[in-house]
């Protein structure tokens, strides 16, 4: 290194160009909602455990799409979420109208809800509402009523106008009128549960939102197995996701009656942190989460319970939800919401297990090749193996996707994806040095055509290019010779063997016979008598398939006048495609 060149130093640069924006009517999060809890535990706590899940795709799921589902398709949603294994499903606000009214009652009157499902229908905390919402719930023999309130400053100054002891009150009467009206309508024998959602609860108060949570419980009067669920939202998230944590943390240890809380939370992912907020609440002490399949619901979405689940699963702890074909789950849910799930989105995204660029599909190539190896020298037991495939941070086939749509070639790629293709979808494994110059052939066909390349447009490619065969294919004529009849007859003395070939030399068509000390070397023998001298310098062959009409592939380097090409042949007779792959060479080397 030169001595006299000058070295970057390191600066924290003041902002180049400040923003246009007014930042004065934004303030930092802690001056809004601080909280100051020194001794927060969760951060060295881990997952190990799901924790419960609710999902709410039909209520703030349905709430937020432009054209909320019908009942067909409230319906498929509804069936999905339960084959999917999800307990508890938020299944409408049944006093908002008569489509959500109507469709709780034809899961009950149908009944389509399995025994070991909850469905809970969400009010505000109005007398009317919360009387009408609890009677679309007769009939059913288990069901959970959600009222909210919500409780921070901005809400009670701007939009109830009351003060907090009205703003507890509006929770309390609530909470009161909820379970009048379940006496008035429900069965004594239904299992009815109460769920009650401080709406608004990252920006409310902590010690209010603890006291509203006190008052709201003094009146179900949770107790042992008497369960109440109460479920503190990030309904705008305005935090980074430590701050929720805390929030969750502090609740955690100061509600009473803890042991017959649920405690719930609701991330809304407006920060783009939803996952990791709602991650970080469970290390808090959440033991349920409520959200929607692939984040639909308001604005940016509740949190996405599909990345959650997996997420779990990728450091092995059950998710307890079944997302074996997630391409089934993704059509269906964008089907029932009539929009689209982003092709990067996190596991089910369209692209999340391809890769476009070389040094990603080598290392993948060469990861999957590592764990067949490992499997198999575990006798075939993929969970004593940890999954280590680089770039590819699940097994796609734990979701119903395939390693074909794993690798795509395009102008980023190496030789790595274009091998893998190869040999997953020909079963030719192409010797390294043949990769290398096949690769740079695929990419001048991208750096013209520009896109990606499909196994199918790659193996044209490669016909056209080594396989000395006829084809429709404009890319190149297949060249000078080709090879029709081979016999090889021992001589039976010393001087090896006899080659008897009809070969055809720019189609004029001739019957030649050579003598070598081995088959290769007569057929080189044939060729330099028609002006073709030709050298091997590498070799490598491989069966294609197994039984009687097995194929065999043969690579062949060789030196064909001064030149160094590969050439490839195929052929039921392992000797033949030798020959073919001769040609193949001396063929591409002539051009
Ligand atoms: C964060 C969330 O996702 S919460 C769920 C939100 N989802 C929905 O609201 C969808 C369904 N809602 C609706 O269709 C309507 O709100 C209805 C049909 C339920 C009620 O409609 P309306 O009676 O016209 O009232 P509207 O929704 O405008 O409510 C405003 C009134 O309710 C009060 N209110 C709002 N939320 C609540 C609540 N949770 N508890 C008690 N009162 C409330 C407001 O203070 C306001 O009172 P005011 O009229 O005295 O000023
Ligand atoms: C009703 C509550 C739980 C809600 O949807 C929210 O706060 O986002």
């Given at each position: 290194?030169?001595?006299?060149?000058?070295?970057?130093?390191?600066?924290?640069?003041?902002?180049?160009?400040?923003?246009?924006?007014?930042?004065?009517?934004?303030?930092?999060?802690?001056?809004?909602?601080?909280?100051?809890?020194?001794?927060?535990?969760?951060?060295?706590?881990?997952?190990?455990?799901?924790?419960?899940?609710?999902?709410?795709?039909?209520?703030?799921?349905?709430?937020?799409?432009?054209?909320?589902?019908?009942?067909?398709?409230?319906?498929?949603?509804?069936?999905?979420?339960?084959?999917?294994?999800?307990?508890?499903?938020?299944?409408?606000?049944?006093?908002?109208?008569?489509?959500?009214?109507?469709?709780?009652?034809?899961?009950?009157?149908?009944?389509?809800?399995?025994?070991?499902?909850?469905?809970?229908?969400?009010?505000?905390?109005?007398?009317?509402?919360?009387?009408?919402?609890?009677?679309?719930?007769?009939?059913?023999?288990?069901?959970?009523?959600?009222?909210?309130?919500?409780?921070?400053?901005?809400?009670?100054?701007?939009?109830?106008?009351?003060?907090?002891?009205?703003?507890?009150?509006?929770?309390?009467?609530?909470?009161?009128?909820?379970?009048?009206?379940?006496?008035?309508?429900?069965?004594?024998?239904?299992?009815?549960?109460?769920?009650?959602?401080?709406?608004?609860?990252?920006?409310?108060?902590?010690?209010?939102?603890?006291?509203?949570?006190?008052?709201?419980?003094?009146?179900?009067?949770?107790?042992?197995?008497?369960?109440?669920?109460?479920?503190?939202?990030?309904?705008?998230?305005?935090?980074?996701?430590?701050?929720?944590?805390?929030?969750?943390?502090?609740?955690?240890?100061?509600?009473?009656?803890?042991?017959?809380?649920?405690?719930?939370?609701?991330?809304?992912?407006?920060?783009?942190?939803?996952?990791?907020?709602?991650?970080?609440?469970?290390?808090?002490?959440?033991?349920?989460?409520?959200?929607?399949?692939?984040?639909?619901?308001?604005?940016?979405?509740?949190?996405?319970?599909?990345?959650?689940?997996?997420?779990?699963?990728?450091?092995?702890?059950?998710?307890?939800?079944?997302?074996?074909?997630?391409?089934?789950?993704?059509?269906?849910?964008?089907?029932?919401?009539?929009?689209?799930?982003?092709?990067?989105?996190?596991?089910?995204?369209?692209?999340?297990?391809?890769?476009?660029?070389?040094?990603?599909?080598?290392?993948?190539?060469?990861?999957?090749?590592?764990?067949?190896?490992?499997?198999?020298?575990?006798?075939?037991?993929?969970?004593?193996?940890?999954?280590?495939?680089?770039?590819?941070?699940?097994?796609?086939?734990?979701?119903?996707?395939?390693?074909?749509?794993?690798?795509?070639?395009?102008?980023?790629?190496?030789?790595?994806?274009?091998?893998?293709?190869?040999?997953?979808?020909?079963?030719?494994?192409?010797?390294?040095?043949?990769?290398?110059?096949?690769?740079?052939?695929?990419?001048?066909?991208?750096?013209?055509?520009?896109?990606?390349?499909?196994?199918?447009?790659?193996?044209?490619?490669?016909?056209?290019?080594?396989?000395?065969?006829?084809?429709?294919?404009?890319?190149?004529?297949?060249?000078?010779?080709?090879?029709?009849?081979?016999?090889?007859?021992?001589?039976?003395?010393?001087?090896?063997?006899?080659?008897?070939?009809?070969?055809?030399?720019?189609?004029?068509?001739?019957?030649?016979?050579?003598?070598?000390?081995?088959?290769?070397?007569?057929?080189?023998?044939?060729?330099?008598?028609?002006?073709?001298?030709?050298?091997?310098?590498?070799?490598?062959?491989?069966?294609?398939?197994?039984?009687?009409?097995?194929?065999?592939?043969?690579?062949?380097?060789?030196?064909?006048?001064?030149?160094?090409v590969w050439g490839v042949g195929i052929d039921p007779s392992i000797t033949t495609a030798s020959f073919r792959a001769i040609v193949s060479a001396v063929n591409r080397a002539m051009r």
């Amino acid at each position: 290194m030169s001595e006299s060149r000058p070295t970057p130093t390191r600066t924290i640069p003041a902002p180049q160009q400040p923003t246009p924006m007014e930042l004065g009517k934004y303030r930092p999060f802690h001056e809004v909602n601080g909280i100051d809890l020194p001794d927060r535990q969760w951060p060295s706590r881990r997952i190990t455990q799901a924790p419960r899940w609710l999902s709410t795709d039909l209520r703030d799921g349905n709430q937020a799409l432009i054209e909320p589902m019908n009942p067909e398709r409230k319906r498929r949603m509804f069936d999905l979420i339960v084959a999917m294994g999800y307990k508890e499903i938020e299944v409408g606000f049944p006093a908002a109208s008569q489509t959500d009214f109507d469709f709780v009652r034809s899961l009950i009157d149908s009944g389509a809800i399995p025994e070991d499902v909850t469905i809970s229908v969400l009010t505000q905390a109005r007398t009317d509402l919360i009387d009408r919402t609890v009677a679309s719930l007769i009939g059913a023999p288990r069901a959970t009523v959600h009222m909210y309130n919500a409780t921070a400053p901005v809400f009670r100054d701007v939009v109830f106008r009351t003060d907090r002891a009205g703003t507890k009150n509006i929770a309390v009467s609530g909470t009161r009128d909820v379970m009048d009206y379940i006496d008035k309508h429900l069965d004594p024998d239904a299992i009815v549960g109460y769920e009650y959602s401080p709406e608004i609860f990252i920006d409310t108060e902590m010690e209010f939102a603890l006291e509203v949570c006190e008052a709201v419980m003094d009146v179900w009067e949770p107790d042992g197995d008497r369960e109440i669920i109460l479920n503190l939202p990030a309904t705008v998230e305005r935090a980074t996701p430590n701050v929720y944590a805390d929030q969750i943390e502090w609740m955690s240890r100061n509600l009473s009656r803890r042991e017959s809380v649920a405690l719930s939370v609701h991330p809304h992912n407006d920060r783009g942190t939803a996952v990791a907020s709602a991650e970080l609440a469970v290390m808090a002490g959440a033991d349920r989460v409520e959200g929607c399949l692939f984040g639909q619901g308001e604005r940016t979405g509740n949190v996405d319970l599909v990345t959650l689940g997996m997420n779990l699963i990728s450091q092995g702890v059950d998710a307890g939800i079944d997302f074996s074909d997630i391409d089934h789950i993704r059509r269906t849910v964008e089907y029932c919401t009539q929009m689209a799930v982003h092709p990067r989105h996190p596991y089910g995204g369209d692209l999340v297990y391809t890769a476009f660029s070389g040094s990603h599909q080598d290392a993948i190539k060469k990861g999957l090749i590592a764990r067949d190896a490992d499997v198999a020298a575990a006798g075939g037991n993929e969970g004593a193996v940890p999954w280590t495939v680089p770039y590819l941070p699940v097994d796609p086939r734990d979701v119903g996707r395939s390693y074909e749509a794993v690798i795509r070639v395009n102008s980023q790629s190496g030789k790595g994806g274009i091998a893998y293709l190869m040999s997953t979808e020909r079963k030719l494994d192409l010797p390294r040095r043949l990769q290398i110059e096949f690769s740079r052939i695929v990419q001048n066909y991208t750096d013209t055509s520009g896109g990606e390349v499909t196994a199918e447009t790659l193996w044209e490619i490669f016909t056209d290019e080594y396989l000395p065969a006829p084809t429709s294919s404009p890319l190149e004529p297949w060249g000078r010779f080709a090879l029709r009849n081979t016999q090889l007859t021992s001589a039976g003395d010393a001087s090896g063997e006899e080659l008897a070939v009809t070969l055809l030399d720019d189609g004029e068509e001739l019957d030649l016979v050579a003598r070598g000390n081995g088959p290769i070397d007569a057929f080189t023998q044939i060729l330099a008598g028609r002006g073709a001298t030709v050298s091997v310098l590498d070799y490598a062959e491989h069966a294609l398939s197994e039984g009687g009409d097995a194929s065999a592939a043969c690579y062949i380097e060789a030196e064909v006048e001064g030149q160094v090409v590969w050439g490839v042949g195929i052929d039921p007779s392992i000797t033949t495609a030798s020959f073919r792959a001769i040609v193949s060479a001396v063929n591409r080397a002539m051009r």
